[in-house]
């Protein structure tokens, strides 16, 4: 897939697997330390070696006020792969950001794992968002994901028990779904404007996400690439 030309004040999908779609997050310390990578890697500024080679985040806290590259409005991990929706704040933002997410967390894993080579499965994936149902929609997709490891085949087969989803999707920690439904996870790393800009809040969102949950079929779901 060619990636668009990045522009200032857009938003992309952003996504990338494990190479041979291996695992990229054996434990919950690699989920947090991706978590913790997308905030300290936000900034115009190179992170220092200390922090990429495990470094305590007191040591990085006394640089210089932080220039974000990106807004991250919504993200998931899942076991093989991430998303990413991303407004780009600086030229080349995105590029930079994610080169810096692509080298840190590699160097971070393989340190921690024993292992050389690379992680990623190659460049990461972009895909401009640009129509309003895209922009209505891609959040549910994302947030969606973690169904796969709940109810295997639920994107084929609908969601039969929307209690059920519903009730997993808000015990999966490793999303932005908690902040966007009103309950603080991970409120630092992500950008409530689009949250608000689409929906008016946590209070709709959540209102028209568990309508979704229970007529998943009536709904255009975007398409990318099979990540599982």
Known sequence: M?????????????????????????NDENYL?????LFEFNDISPAGKFFIFG?????????????????IL?????????????????????TKFMKKI???YTMYFNK???????LFQGRFKAVLI???????????YVHLNPLELKLPNWKEGGIKDPQKAKEFLETYRWSSHLDYIGKKNFPSIISTRFLNETWGGSQKYRSDFN???KDFNKLDIYNEENLD
């Open 33 to 37: 330390r991706f978590i913790h990578d």
């Open 55 to 71: 470094g305590s985040t007191s040591e990085y806290a006394g640089k210089r006020k932080r220039e974000s590259l990106v807004e």
């Open 130 to 140: 640009d129509k309003q149902a895209q922009f209505y929609h891609i959040p549910y």
């Open 102 to 104: 692509d080298i840190g």
């Open 2 to 26: 060619e990636r668009p030309q990045f522009e200032n004040g857009e938003i992309y999908h952003v996504y990338n697997r494990g190479v041979e779609k291996r695992k990229i997050f054996l």
């Open 112 to 118: 921690k794992n024993k292992r050389v080579g690379p």
């Open 74 to 94: 919504v993200f998931c991990l899942m076991p093989n792969h991430y998303h990413l929706l991303l407004r780009q704040l600086q030229n080349g933002g995105i």
């Open 211 to 213: 309508k979704t949950l």
